[in-house]
């Protein structure tokens, strides 16, 4: 089957997954890309430049496969002399409408925040079928839509909430973990807990609450070392800038790193990844460490909130690893292991009501 996935947004987690998308199924996926910047003028005007370049090829694919930051309706409308009889698979990254805004930004108070998760909606509409990244991810919109509709002064259209139910779906976001399977490194000394943050650099993964922990721990006495990955924005928090001036003295690395054999490094090196996110739709950098799955003595994720929480783990972190250094046990030193959450390994998916282009 010949498919075009349509992705305005062309960066970090939206890349990896259309990237192993194409690289691993057994269909000929041809990507049509936006660079991944200023994301509020890619879901207003992503589509028209879409279907520009779509119009301008000569690639005729037998399904659309849409992320969430498009505009799908648009794209149809334009382009609707080559794609009125194609299905089109609308796939759910993140929504608008849940999605956590920004104290800084200025949309929500001044009341324009609604148009961009009505072009998520217009899009579940206008798709012929609609895959989340997540049972968690799927139960908030669905759940969210009919208040969002009832603040329209008419015609809120409440029966289409239970139309976009029935023709959506759960399809768990693919990971190519294959690049994590790096050599682990060797701990043949005690060391200070190596803590990272491996997420974007942005108001929703909480790096407030996070680096607030740190300096806390700092002032305690607490002793660490500090990793900070993940994609920097042209206005990220300002809490990067003070955190990299205080907690200097932690600091083992500092910034995104463009090879996925470094980034896999560093998680092997890992002990800690404190999650502070607000949510997740789906949390790929969370499941992700769990590839390279530490021993069971070293609780690798793990929701903290407080100093307390913090210095609990860091404190069990040190005596594990005395014991190591007077015991023969090689429990000082991460191995790769299967992907699992909780301990338990991920279930297999069956997906006899997948679609049969997602499935391979």
Known sequence: MKILLLEPFFTGSHQSWALGYQRHSRHQVEILSLKGQFWKWRMHGGAVSLARMFLAGDFQPELLLATSMLDLSTFLALTRRRTAQLPALLYMHENQLTYPWSPTDQDPALQRDRHYAFINYS??????????????????????????????????????????????????????????EVEAPTRSAPEPPLILWNHRWEYDKGPEEFFELLMQAQRQGLPFRLVVLGQAYRKAPP????????????????????????YARWLHRAHLLPVTSRHDFFGASVAEPFTVAATPCYPFAWPIRSTSQLAYMLTIFIRITANCKTNSSNCCNPRPGPMRSCGQPWPATTGSTWPRYMMN
């Open 123 to 180: 899009s579940m509409l206008a798709a012929t079928a609609v895959c989340f990244n997540s049972h968690f991810h799927r139960q908030a919109l669905l759940q969210a839509l009919p208040a969002y509709l009832r603040a329209f002064p008419d015609l809120q259209e409440l029966g289409t909430v239970d139309q976009i139910r029935q023709k959506s779906q759960v399809l768990p976001l693919g990971l190519d973990l294959r690049a994590l």
């Open 239 to 262: 809490i990067f800038r003070l955190a990299a001036r205080q907690l200097g003295p932690h600091i083992v690395h500092w910034g995104y790193v463009n090879s996925r054999t470094e």
